[in-house]
T-cell receptor, first 113, second 113 residues
Framework: ETGVTQSPTHLIKTRGQQVTLRCSSQ?????VSWYQQALGQGPQFIFQ???????GRGNFPPRFSGLQFPNYSSELNVNALELDDSALYLC????????????FGQGTRLTVV | KQEVTQIPAALSVPEGENLVLNCSFT??????LQWFRQDPGKGLTSLLL?????REQTSGRLNASLDKSSGRSTLYIAASQPGDSATYLC????????????FGKGTRLSVIA
């Protein structure tokens, strides 16, 4: 079991609402990445934070935003939720961006109705 | 744009059989390749990380190989067990160290007792 913890594990929201997902990275890891995984698909990269700064972003609209805190934990915020945002959201942490093994949390299952 | 393909999409084998899962990627300029296991509705568990300068990595009954020039990796599972049933995902990053992981859609493995 990794030291990456995500909360909540499940969430149901209504279209148009806003949601915040949280990730506690493994101790000593300074890089956090967020991925969206639709059913039957591989995870898709949303964005990455390194030492509290965003240093990479995938093909997601601006209503997907994030933060990384001084303790390297992170938040993913999604505004104006759409039905297609329903997915498993995964957080990964690594010691140094891209060079070392990435460890994933258990994910947050978001359902938008 | 990097693309990762995994073949087959699904595989069913009897317990005890040795098996090979395949992963191919379109851009050989990778930094790392990582194999993951995912149980239904759960997060990703890292199995093996192969750096671009390496040819293979082994962990217990698992052996992963990398042929960067041909854009291919294989995951070999020896003496399969019902507990190995899961989806196996391959991911690469590169060419720079801080680039995100690009995933395949995975191979869904069922090991029948």
């Amino acid at each position: 079991e990794t030291g990456v913890t995500q909360s909540p594990t499940h969430l149901i929201k209504t279209r148009g609402q806003q949601v915040t997902l949280r990730c506690s990275s493994q101790s000593g890891h300074n890089t956090v990445s967020w991925y969206q995984q639709a059913l039957g698909q591989g995870p898709q990269f949303i964005f990455q934070y390194y030492r509290e700064e965003e240093n990479g972003r995938g093909n997601f609209p601006p209503r997907f935003s994030g933060l990384q805190f001084p303790n390297y934990s992170s938040e993913l915020n999604v505004n104006a939720l759409e039905l297609d945002d329903s997915a498993l959201y995964l957080c990964a942490s690594s010691l140094e961006a891209g060079t070392t093994e990435a460890f994933f949390g258990q994910g947050t299952r978001l359902t938008v109705v | 744009k990097q693309e990762v393909t995994q073949i087959p999409a699904a595989l069913s084998v009897p317990e005890g059989e040795n098996l090979v899962l395949n992963c191919s990627f379109t851009d050989s300029a990778i930094y790392n390749l990582q194999w993951f296991r995912q149980d239904p509705g759960k997060g990703l568990t890292s199995l093996l990380l192969i750096q671009s300068s390496q040819r293979e990595q082994t962990s217990g009954r698992l052996n992963a190989s990398l042929d960067k020039s041909s854009g291919r990796s294989t995951l070999y599972i020896a003496a399969s067990q019902p507990g190995d049933s899961a989806t196996y995902l391959c991911a690469v990053n590169g060419p720079r160290r801080n680039t995100p992981l690009v995933f395949g859609k995975g191979t869904r493995l069922s090991v029948i007792a």
